[in-house]
């Protein structure tokens, strides 16, 4: 049973002559657990199809489906709550809140949602990301490859439906990027997780199950990788 469904997804900025087509009829499905790459030149629509998976855009027209909900026919509060529960997002450039700890940051979602984070379960999140010894450092006391795990494991606390990842190393050197890349592979094998991610590191799209291609806001190719 496919997870995520997307169909004939289009998303247009502006109007008459100044109207731009982020993206064109984008139709594909995910089933549980892949882990894919979207691949693409700068200004492909990548971005803006993430954006649109996570709740966070709309698009102008098309449908979204993860796990048989219809995501965009929820009222805002719905899908805030959509948002929190079942997406987990993870940006180049970790969007951490800079007053607040490790800790904090990583089981900020969960306190949001009026729950109480569940403390084995944030004990071993830090083990897994190596993180244990700087769980009251903030975010200006690591280093950027630290500053990413602490992302991760926000986006990986909640046990969302959808890991969406958006150039997770771009900000990185290539070590922490290798090890951010390890971190994601195995969450996905060890919590079966199914992750989208963006990237323009051909390694990386090389270690994912299937690589997705969009050019001028279209998908160009959709391959499975026998290599992974």
Excluded: W
Excluded at 30 to 55: E, F, N, R, Y
Excluded at 162 to 178: C, F, M
């Amino acid at each position: 049973m496919e997870f995520l469904t997307v169909e004939h997804i289009s998303k247009q900025y502006g109007k008459g002559e100044t109207r731009v087509d982020a993206l064109s009829d984008v139709s594909f499905t995910l089933p549980k657990g892949q882990m894919t790459a979207i691949i693409g030149p700068s200004g492909s629509g990548k971005s803006t199809l993430l954006h649109i998976l996570g709740g966070v855009d709309r698009p102008t027209s098309g449908s979204v489906f993860l796990d048989g909900q219809d995501v965009f026919k929820q009222n805002n509060k719905n899908l805030a709550i959509f948002r929190r529960r079942q997406v987990g997002l993870i940006y180049q450039f970790y969007n951490l809140i800079p007053v607040l700890d490790v800790e904090e940051n990583i089981t900020l979602p969960v306190i949001m949602d009026g729950r109480k984070p569940d403390r084995k379960q944030l004990d071993h999140m830090l083990e897994l990301l190596d993180l244990a010894n700087r769980r009251h450092h903030l975010p200006s006391q690591l280093s950027g490859g630290q500053q990413q795990r602490v992302s991760i494991g926000r986006a990986l606390f909640t046990a969302p439906g959808i890991i969406l990842a958006d150039e997770p190393t771009g900000n990185l050197d290539s070590k922490n990027s290798a090890e951010i890349v390890r971190l994601l592979r195995e969450s996905n094998r060890d919590f079966k997780q199914t992750m989208l991610i963006i990237t323009h590191d051909e390694s990386i799209a090389l270690q994912c199950d299937r690589i997705i291609t969009i050019a001028d806001g279209k998908i160009t190719n959709d391959t499975m990788n026998t290599a992974s």
